[in-house]
């Protein structure tokens, strides 16, 4: 697998044009991350932000939290995207496993994701890399 995943250290433009690029791809209701925005995200104390290369360019991202709660240490893998050209060349897969061995890194007990039905091929991805689905769930409260 020709991927590099790398943890984002530093926010520069090729990091902020990549998430300009990236980002709607995931959300259409998600505003713009500016330098700013990113830093904040990137400096906070439970979330690593990973970045995927292929030949050098940024062509994804995935935010991997981890959380120490009563029942032990938990760990979320959030906003996984991969630019549309360059899905189904092992960049999601890439920073999924990156994320796993992050979280086994810092002894999570679990770790948890979520996708939209719709998107198949990402759900197809998350059981092969040993994902299983939960009979579980999941609420939303909007504060805004």
Do not use: C
Not at 7 to 16: D, I, P, R, Y
Not at 30 to 47: E, F, K, R
Not at 62 to 68: E, H, K, P
Not at 86 to 96: I, K, P
């Amino acid at each position: 697998m020709d991927v590099d995943v790398e943890v984002m250290n530093e926010v520069t433009s090729e990091v902020v044009e990549a998430f300009h690029r990236l980002l709607p791809q995931l959300s259409s209701s998600a505003p713009p991350l500016d330098a700013a925005a990113l830093s904040d995200i990137a400096s906070a104390p439970a979330s690593t932000v990973l970045l995927a290369r292929k030949g050098g360019q940024i062509v994804g991202t995935t935010t991997l939290v981890i959380f120490r709660i009563p029942t032990g240490v938990r760990a979320w893998i959030e906003d996984v995207v991969v630019d549309e050209a360059a899905r189904g060349r092992g960049v999601g897969e890439a920073l999924t496993l990156e994320a796993l061995r992050m979280a086994r890194q810092a002894e999570a007990r679990t770790v948890d994701l979520t996708t939209r039905p719709s998107r198949e091929a990402a759900g197809r991805l998350y059981e092969r890399v040993g994902f299983s689905r939960r009979d579980s769930r999941v609420y939303r409260f909007t504060l805004s």
